[in-house]
């Protein structure tokens, strides 16, 4: 059984930063694919952002690539998501995700276990 608990959420101006946090309980941590979803009011869940294992590969949603940057460290069974020139849009409950399988995928079904959400207000 793996816990996740998502942190860093917030209210920020468009334009401004921040740093999400998911510390993830379980030996095998550092064994998963972790992915970020997130989900706007009366739209439904979607991919973010997704890290290998190792952290040697990453892959983004169109939406945020080039200000989104996902990492992890297995040291610290933590995965992150620094987000940059934020936008009223990306406004949401953001979620941090285990998938038990090797392989990056961006399907909400994919992933196996889900943290509860932090939720990320932008004001324009």
């Known amino acids: 059984q793996v816990q996740l608990v998502e942190s860093g959420g917030g209210l920020v101006q468009a334009g401004g930063s921040l740093r999400l946090s998911c510390a993830a309980s379980g030996r095998t941590f550092s064994s998963y694919v972790m992915g970020w979803f997130r989900q706007a009011p009366g739209k439904e869940r979607e991919f973010v952002a997704a890290?290998?294992?190792?952290?040697?590969?990453?892959y983004y949603a169109d939406s945020v690539k080039g200000r989104f940057t996902i990492s992890r460290d297995n040291a610290k069974n933590t995965v992150y998501l620094q987000m940059n020139s934020l936008k009223p849009e990306d406004t949401a409950v953001y979620y941090c995700a285990a998938r038990t399988r090797v392989t990056i995928r961006v399907g909400i079904s994919e992933y196996d276990y889900w943290g509860q959400g932090t939720q990320v207000t932008v004001s324009s």
């Open positions: 890290i290998s294992w190792s952290g040697g590969s990453t």
